[in-house]
T-cell receptor, first 110, second 118 residues
Framework: GEDVEQSLFLSVREGDSSVINCTYT??????LYWYKQEPGAGLQLLTY?????DMKQDQRLTVLLNKKDKHLSLRIADTQTGDSAIYFC??????????FGKGTTLSVSS | GAGVSQSPSNKVTEKGKDVELRCDPI?????LYWYRQSLGQGLEFLIY????????KSGLPSDRFSAERTGGSVSTLTIQRTQQEDSAVYLC????????????????FGEGSRLTVL
């Protein structure tokens, strides 16, 4: 199957770290992505990781990939109120369209 | 254009009417996608066009839904005899697919067309 699952809500305080988790079921996924959707806007690519990598760091963002468990996570360090958004995990299998999870709504309180 | 453009941004229609939603992808992008975003349902894949290949229609929920892409550029999603459950935001995205399928496959999304069926 090609189901991508993620928790629906996460609430953190400003300055804390946020960790958003995702599980996928297709072991042949080539790329895994995190997209961000701010209120009233379309989705924008936040970061991605190639399937032969375990970790990718990009400023405040750290992506961890555990292929054995088909688990992907996104850690946002020093979370800010501007990080409040919906975060979508997505996988790409071969030449097909991206399959998205239902999205995790991150709420950051000051 | 600079980004993916969708129109209309908002559409309110009566049950049973047909609607057309338009997507103008980024120039040069060979792949075009339609997704539907409903509250609590996340992003649901509808259809995928890639170059001159036959489109992947596996996500279309019923035969009331159809899409075409003319000249490898602009795409129109048509919903016939709309139902209330068709109410959602319809998102279009495009991407640049390199030969052999290389590249990260990053999708660039439009801001969506919000459809409300009364």
């Amino acid at each position: 199957g090609e189901d991508v699952e993620q928790s629906l809500f996460l609430s953190v305080r400003e300055g804390d770290s946020s960790v958003i988790n995702c599980t996928y079921t297709d072991s042949s996924s080539t790329y895994l992505y995190w997209y961000k959707q701010e209120p009233g806007a379309g989705l924008q690519l936040l970061t991605y990781i190639f399937s032969n990598m375990d970790m990718k760091q990009d400023q405040r963002l750290t992506v961890l990939l555990n292929k054995k468990d088909k688990h992907l996570s996104l850690r946002i360090a020093d979370t800010q109120t501007g990080d409040s958004a919906i975060y979508f995990c997505a996988e790409k299998v071969g030449g097909t369209a991206l399959i998205f999870g239902k999205g995790t709504t991150l709420s950051v309180s000051s | 254009g600079a980004g993916v453009s969708q129109s209309p941004s908002n559409k309110v229609t009566e049950k049973g009417k047909d609607v057309e939603l338009r997507c103008d992808p980024i120039s040069g992008h060979t792949a075009l996608y339609w997704y539907r975003q409903s509250l609590g349902q996340g992003l649901e894949f509808l259809i995928y066009f890639q170059g001159n290949s036959a489109p992947d229609k596996s996500g279309l929920p019923s035969d009331r839904f159809s899409a075409e892409r003319t000249g490898g550029s602009v795409s129109t999603l048509t919903i016939q005899r709309t139902q209330q459950e068709d109410s959602a935001v319809y998102l279009c995205a495009s991407s640049l697919v390199l030969s052999g399928g290389a590249g990260t496959g990053e999708l660039f999304f439009g801001e969506g067309s919000r459809l409300t069926v009364l």
